[in-house]
């Protein structure tokens, strides 16, 4: 047997396939999730009842956090940290492409962090104050008339929620990444509770309107679906990237 006979043996026996249980074929989803997207962003445009209710349930927060379920709040809000689960999903990634000689895992992380990062775009595009505008420690913060869009002031990037997100997005690829070995209960749980419970932190510590947080999911199962329908252990990718191919 040839070194490069060896080489493919080695990394057919330790293939990476996607785990998707049903690899989305119609885009009438996506569709739907940015009519919903706009439906949710047009009333934030002027202090409608939706802006109004964003105010509520900040005031509301603000008087009902005791120093304990504020220390929880913080810690819980971490399940959604961009820079801590990409890179984990990256690490993940990593290894599968290392130990099966394998690119594919990487680029398909690639992907998933350029489409996440794209939220950027829209921060700068739908400025929106924080609730705590101007300062968390000197209230009165933002009224209506203020957390709504496009007001010009200065800091905005609330809307839509990064955090919520990136729970969206890299649990759902890490999921792709090696969830086929897991118990299907494990993966709904990994899948749903960080979602849910960064919508609940990020809420209650007035890091977020709440309105921002189903844009936030929006946007986040608009990304996952177009990462899950690509086929990444078949689609065709440059020479370059496999020269395992040569062998093949």
């Given at each position: 047997m040839t070194a490069a006979d060896q080489r493919r043996t080695k990394a057919d026996t330790q293939a990476w396939r996607p785990f998707v249980l049903t690899r989305p074929r119609s885009w009438l989803p996506e569709i739907a999730m940015a009519v919903a997207f706009v439906a949710l962003t047009v009333p934030l445009v002027w202090p409608s009842p939706l802006v109004h209710l964003d105010i509520w349930i900040r005031d509301l927060s603000d008087a009902n956090r005791p120093e304990w379920a504020n220390?929880?709040?913080i810690q819980t809000n971490r399940l959604g940290q961009g820079g801590l689960l990409g890179g984990i999903a990256l690490g993940i990634a990593a290894i599968i492409a290392w130990r099966g000689r394998n690119v594919r895992p990487l680029i398909a992380f690639l992907a998933a962090y350029g489409m996440a990062g794209?939220?950027?775009?829209?921060?700068?595009?739908?400025?929106?104050?924080?609730?705590h505008w101007p300062e968390a420690a000197r209230p009165p913060y933002a009224d209506a008339a203020q957390a709504v869009l496009f007001s010009g002031l200065e800091p905005s990037g609330a809307y839509p929620s990064g955090h919520v997100l990136n729970t969206i997005i890299w649990y759902g690829f890490i999921v792709l990444l090696v969830g086929a070995g897991w118990p299907p209960l494990l993966r709904r749980l990994f899948l749903v509770l960080p979602p849910i419970i960064v919508i609940c932190s990020t809420t209650y510590l007035g890091w977020h309107w709440f309105t921002d947080t189903p844009a936030g999911l929006l946007i986040?199962?608009?990304?996952?679906?177009?990462?899950?329908?690509?086929?990444?252990d078949t689609v065709a990718l440059p020479l370059w990237l496999e020269p395992d191919r040569r062998y093949r």
């Amino acid at each position: 047997m040839t070194a490069a006979d060896q080489r493919r043996t080695k990394a057919d026996t330790q293939a990476w396939r996607p785990f998707v249980l049903t690899r989305p074929r119609s885009w009438l989803p996506e569709i739907a999730m940015a009519v919903a997207f706009v439906a949710l962003t047009v009333p934030l445009v002027w202090p409608s009842p939706l802006v109004h209710l964003d105010i509520w349930i900040r005031d509301l927060s603000d008087a009902n956090r005791p120093e304990w379920a504020n220390f929880i709040a913080i810690q819980t809000n971490r399940l959604g940290q961009g820079g801590l689960l990409g890179g984990i999903a990256l690490g993940i990634a990593a290894i599968i492409a290392w130990r099966g000689r394998n690119v594919r895992p990487l680029i398909a992380f690639l992907a998933a962090y350029g489409m996440a990062g794209a939220v950027l775009v829209l921060k700068f595009a739908l400025p929106r104050v924080y609730p705590h505008w101007p300062e968390a420690a000197r209230p009165p913060y933002a009224d209506a008339a203020q957390a709504v869009l496009f007001s010009g002031l200065e800091p905005s990037g609330a809307y839509p929620s990064g955090h919520v997100l990136n729970t969206i997005i890299w649990y759902g690829f890490i999921v792709l990444l090696v969830g086929a070995g897991w118990p299907p209960l494990l993966r709904r749980l990994f899948l749903v509770l960080p979602p849910i419970i960064v919508i609940c932190s990020t809420t209650y510590l007035g890091w977020h309107w709440f309105t921002d947080t189903p844009a936030g999911l929006l946007i986040g199962f608009a990304i996952l679906r177009t990462v899950q329908r690509i086929p990444w252990d078949t689609v065709a990718l440059p020479l370059w990237l496999e020269p395992d191919r040569r062998y093949r």
